[in-house]
């Protein structure tokens, strides 16, 4: 049987310290960090419904025009009956939808008039002169008071607005002008 002789040389497993382990976990966690920093996508904020019949039993009771919805396959996200900057004081009717295929549409509605209020709820909407391209919808919906407006903003919204009655309705959103149409076609009372 032979013994086994030393080499002279150090083993250095047997020297590892808890430092050198520690410094091990910081290259390890660092490398997972740097690698969940770039494949992590945040998930979007889950649609949240609201409930119209308070504000629009409140609105219809105050406004001096009839308070319309929307009836479409959207759901009402958002609901407001006051005053915004641009209407001079005058209460607003707002109501904002997302439709089935994710895009925004509002409602607006108000005695306010001028140019500050129709650029806030069309996104700086300029008028359409040719509406030649719309669908046969929006252009019918020409006939009957209803204005195009393209806004200028980066969101591509299509806003159709309508003065009667001693106020001014605006039907805007991101989608295409089949859905700004289609919305401005059902407007219902509540």
Do not use: C
Request: aromatic share 6%; no cysteine.
């Amino acid at each position: 049987m032979s013994i086994p002789e030393p080499t002279g040389r150090r083993n250095r497993g047997l020297k590892q310290s808890v430092g050198d382990m520690l410094r091990s976990m910081v290259v390890v966690l660092a490398v997972v960090g740097a690698i969940l920093l770039v494949t992590w996508r945040p998930q979007p904020a889950a649609v949240k419904a609201v409930t119209l019949e308070p504000l629009v039993t409140l609105a219809s009771g105050q406004a001096s025009f009839p308070v319309l919805v929307v009836d479409v396959d959207a759901q009402p996200t958002s609901v407001r009956w006051e005053s915004t900057p641009a209407s001079d004081g005058e209460i607003v009717w707002h109501v904002g939808y997302v439709t089935d295929e994710g895009e925004y549409l509002q409602l607006s509605q108000s005695s306010a008039e001028g140019d500050l209020y129709l650029e806030e709820q069309t996104s700086e909407g300029v008028v359409l002169e040719d509406f030649s391209d719309l669908p046969a919808l929006v252009q019918s919906l020409t006939a009957e008071g209803w204005v195009p407006l393209e806004g200028l903003g980066d969101d591509g919204r299509r806003s159709l607005v309508r003065t009667n009655d001693g106020s001014t309705t605006v039907i805007s959103g991101t989608g295409s002008w089949g859905h700004v149409g289609d919305a401005a076609r059902n407007l219902v009372l509540p």
